[in-house]
């Protein structure tokens, strides 16, 4: 599938590019460093979850070439349901809904920074 591009005012261009069955997502710009979310082959697809699956034992985050746990939430009725804790080489992040249109990340117990919607 081709990449999706967008100007990011503080890195410039990023793309995000997801492979056809939906199995990967990536994210790419020259001033970032590549992150890719990959559903395991053996995930039970969902249709209404982007990458086909919100269970974390079938999902991999890969920032860097370095591989990280990824838990997201049920994603259910409230905000909070929708979280995502992200884990390994010795870092914790929680990228959260902030609003309705909004994302939050905090890294260990450090705000860090919101992403309008």
Known sequence: MPAYGMLDPLYGPVALEQDRDGSRLSVFGDSI???SITRTSDAAVRDDVPIGTRD??????????K???VRPSAGRFSRRSYRVDVTGHG???????????AHRLVQGS?????FPG
Do not use: K
């Open 33 to 35: 460093p590549t992150c």
């Open 56 to 65: 974390g034992e079938h999902l991999c985050l890969t920032l860097d070439g």
């Open 67 to 69: 591989d990280f746990d």
């Open 91 to 101: 870092h914790s992040w929680l990228f959260t809904p902030a609003t309705a249109t």
């Open 110 to 114: 450090r705000y860090t920074g919101q």
